[in-house]
């Protein structure tokens, strides 16, 4: 039987892996925007937000949290937790990588925005949208920790049986097997093979949820499941192999909800289900919706014996508004 290793889970915003000074870059994006999830779980837009504190954390906070060398100390701490992430990896030295990411218009659209899907084709192929499309300086600037466009060889045998075990289970996943020309998958899986398999041939999974675009995005309980089905699928497959499971995305962006963040890696480090699953839906919106991924890979390692480790949380404010992100950086070995 197969055995899972390690799980992982890490931030992969752009602003994780740029300098400081490209932060306010970053931040001019969240002034522009018209739909960023304040801390009342609503929409608002940035004047709104920074008009009224109780819509974000206080003046003061966030006022303290932007200063030079604040900033530069949470660059710093995220540069060494994605490194340490990457160490984990290393030692673990794993057979296969299941990787939990989400979709942002990236390979779906609205002609075809599927729950939940998996990809088991025999290959992968990673298309840098931060390299290749026109985006502000800012992306371009992130562009290198996403990887080049390449092909990553997929343990479609692996896929097919998760797959078959989803089906059983009455899990209704989409299936991809090819990719047409100038298609591939998005940054959710670069970044997890650039930054934390170094760029390896090791072959991975790749499971998509649509965590960003009502009203077909799964909910938090249903993440969970899934992730409890896909580490029963892994445990019956008859192979030997070592497998890590990782998710790719969160914490809270783009208004940073400290408390909410604490509470979700609380309750993955205690393995507490039902406060995982008791996590409100109606915070799990915007860039908040990729903690989804950590809770799927939290349900696949929930009947194992990995212990959770939190390497770093990183409150990272960008903007007088409060917004930026709550990095997060844990394992489970």
């Known amino acids: 039987m197969a055995k899972i290793v390690l799980g992982i889970g890490s931030s992969h915003s752009p602003m994780v892996v740029t300098e400081p000074e490209w932060y306010p870059a970053h931040g001019k994006r969240d002034k522009a925007s018209r739909e960023l999830l304040a801390l009342d779980a609503h929409s608002h837009t940035w004047d709104e937000i920074l008009a009224n504190e109780s819509l974000r954390a206080p003046t003061s906070h966030i006022t303290a949290m932007m200063e030079k060398d604040r900033w530069e100390e949470h660059h710093a701490r995220t540069t060494k937790a994605i490194d340490e992430l990457a160490r984990v990896y290393a030692d673990a030295q794993p057979d296969v990588v299941l990787i939990v990411g989400d979709d942002q218009d990236e390979l779906f659209h609205e002609d075809n925005m599927p729950a939940i899907a998996m990809f088991y084709g025999e290959k992968m192929h990673n298309l840098n949208y931060y390299?290749?499309?026109?985006?502000?300086?800012?992306?371009?600037?992130?562009?290198?920790?996403?990887g080049a466009p390449r092909d990553v060889p997929v343990q479609s045998d692996l896929a097919e049986h998760i797959l078959r075990h989803l089906v059983k289970a009455e899990f209704d996943v989409a299936r991809v097997k090819h990719l047409r020309e100038g298609q591939g998958m998005g940054h959710a899986f670069g970044f997890v093979v650039k930054r934390l398999m170094g760029d390896s041939d090791t072959p991975v999974v790749p499971v998509l949820l649509n965590t960003y675009y009502p009203p077909n995005s799964p909910s938090v309980k249903r993440c969970f499941n899934l992730g409890e089905a896909i580490g029963e699928a892994i445990d019956k497959w008859d192979s030997g192999l070592r497998v890590c499971v990782a998710a790719s995305g969160g914490l809270s962006h783009f208004v940073v909800a400290e408390e909410w963040d604490r509470h979700v890696l609380t309750?993955?480090?205690?393995?507490?289900?039902?406060?995982?699953?008791?996590?409100?839906?109606?915070?799990?919106?915007?860039?908040?919706?990729?903690?989804?991924?950590?809770?799927t890979v939290g349900g696949i390692v929930q009947d194992t014996k990995l212990d959770f480790t939190l390497v770093d949380y990183i409150a990272n404010y960008r903007t007088e508004a409060g917004t930026g992100g709550g990095w997060g950086f844990a394992y489970w070995k």
């Open 131 to 146: 390299a290749s499309a026109p985006r502000d300086p800012s992306f371009k600037e992130a562009s290198w920790a996403y």
């Open 267 to 295: 309750a993955l480090e205690k393995k507490n289900k039902k406060d995982i699953k008791d996590i409100p839906d109606e915070w799990m919106l915007s860039g908040n919706s990729e903690i989804k991924n950590w809770i």
